[in-house]
């Protein structure tokens, strides 16, 4: 196993985990928010913030769900050098969309640390795996 694949194997782990938190936090705020915005109590404003909510809470879920399937396909390509391309396709995806968070953030007043370590760690995923992949065509 390469230096490469190790810290993929790491990163994979790391993504796993972010992920399966990210995911449990998105269900609970989902499903929070959706109660809250059926509620017969609630003014017609907090049912709009609360909606609101909910639907960022359902990106969240789908970037998760995302962030974890990356981490199994980096597992598994930390194993088997073959197997790299699906981590690296998907880390290029994950890359430009932090990018594009990140501009997104620092554009609007709102840099948050999470963005650029979003960032940093897609880069670094796409780097480890283009060596493991260039190692496997030699």
Do not use: H, W, Y
Not at 84 to 97: G, K
């Amino acid at each position: 196993m390469s230096n490469s694949q190790k810290f993929i194997k790491v990163i994979s782990i790391i993504d796993i985990i972010f992920g399966v938190f990210g995911l449990v936090i998105g269900v609970l705020g989902a499903t929070g928010s959706f109660i809250a915005a059926s509620g017969a109590n609630g003014a017609a404003v907090a049912a709009t913030d609360a909606a609101g909510f909910g639907g960022a809470m359902i990106v969240l879920i789908i970037a998760c769900i995302f962030e974890i399937i990356v981490g199994i396909l980096g597992l598994r390509a930390a194993k088997d050098a073959s197997k790299v391309m699906p981590v690296f396709v998907l880390s290029i995806i994950s890359l430009v969309i932090g990018v594009i968070s990140l501009i997104m953030g620092i554009t609007g007043g709102s840099f948050k640390a999470s963005d650029l370590t979003s960032v940093v760690g897609s880069a670094l995923m796409v780097f480890c795996a283009n060596n493991v992949r260039k190692q496997a065509q030699d």
